[in-house]
């Protein structure tokens, strides 16, 4: 069984930089994608942008390009997303969720983390 | 504005059949990429609930089918029972393999 496990919950001002993490265990292959996806509050799902663990081959929404970094260490099976600065319309919940070949889809997601930007 | 266009509501009661509808365009759905839904029940991650347009992930129930023509896809669900009650969104990928969502479609059950 695959479970994503994400970072806490975090609280920052504008201005302050951020980066929180998603790690896989069970059956993560670095053949696997992993996803960011964005929520905001009362809002539809966004798709931000997916990283390939094996090479780090990463592909970014052009609403997302040059807002957010992804990265991951596929020697521990985790994906980042990261901010350099952070706005207040940047709260939102950020969800990461894993999809490979086989299905296409996002099979299993990680429970989510509450990001709150505020002064 | 997403780029999947979803209806914002849709309603049915206990035992009817509902569709919710995912219309896209020649870039994503009619260039032939997949589409997937995901069920979004309050304050809980999304699930996956079809995917490659039909296919169900195991442990989901039959009355939840999914099918693709052309730009458009659909869900269906049958025998509507008062846990569907939820968020449903769809989600394929464009041209240049960037995935994109609907706006999603809230589900009552009257």
């Known amino acids: 069984e695959v479970q994503l496990v994400q970072s806490g919950a975090e609280v920052k001002k504008p201005g302050e930089s951020l980066k929180i993490s998603c790690q896989g265990s069970g059956h993560i292959l670095t053949t696997d994608w992993i996803a960011w996806l964005r929520q905001m509050p009362g809002k539809g799902l966004e798709w931000m942008g997916i990283?390939?663990?094996?090479?780090?081959?990463?592909r970014y929404s052009p609403s997302f390009q040059g807002q957010v970094t992804i990265s991951a260490d596929k020697s521990i099976s985790t994906a980042y997303l990261q901010w350099s600065s952070l706005k207040a319309s940047d709260t939102a919940m950020y969800y990461c969720?894993?999809?490979?070949?086989?299905?296409?889809?996002?099979?299993?997601w990680g429970q989510g983390t509450l990001v709150t930007v505020s002064s | 504005q997403s780029v999947l266009t979803q209806p914002p509501s849709v309603s049915g009661a206990p035992g009817q059949r509902v569709t919710i509808s995912c219309t896209g365009s020649?870039?994503?759905?009619?260039?032939?990429?997949?589409v997937h839904w995901y069920q979004q029940l309050p304050g809980t991650a999304p699930k996956l609930l079809i995917y490659g347009n039909s296919n169900r992930p195991s442990g989901v129930p039959d009355r939840f089918s999914g099918s693709k023509s052309g730009t458009s896809a659909s869900l269906a669900i049958t025998g509507l029972q008062a846990e569907d009650e939820a968020d449903y969104y769809c989600q394929s990928y464009d041209s240049s393999l960037r995935g994109v969502f609907g706006g999603g479609t809230r589900l009552t059950v009257l």
């Open positions: 020649n870039s994503n759905i009619g260039a032939n990429y997949d």
């Open positions: 990283i390939y663990l094996y090479d780090s081959d990463i």
């Open positions: 969720a894993r999809t490979t070949v086989t299905t296409g889809g996002f099979d299993y």
